[in-house]
């Protein structure tokens, strides 16, 4: 079965020039706690979301879809 992408946390990681044993240091937790959750092998709960944004400076949202427009794809509705 194929694994489903349920969060971004490890791309925001990254964008933000970060690691994931950064990230673990941050909220005192184990980096494998955060390589569980960047595998998709098991999801945080969303306070801890909420703790993962504000530490990395982003919008909640993004560590669940990016908001960011997709280069060279067209965002205008069409009418």
């Not at 709960?45 to 919008?59: E, G, M, N, R």
Request: aromatic share 6%.
């Amino acid at each position: 079965m194929k694994k489903r992408n349920l969060n971004r946390i490890s791309m925001v990681v990254k964008e933000k020039g970060r690691t994931n044993v950064w990230l673990a240091e941050q909220l005192g937790r184990h980096p494998n706690t955060i390589s569980k959750w960047t595998q998709n092998v098991q999801q945080p709960h969303i306070d801890i979301f909420y703790k993962i944004s504000v530490i990395l400076d982003c919008d909640i949202r993004e560590l669940f879809n990016s908001t960011k427009p997709n280069k060279g794809a067209n965002n205008s509705i069409k009418k």
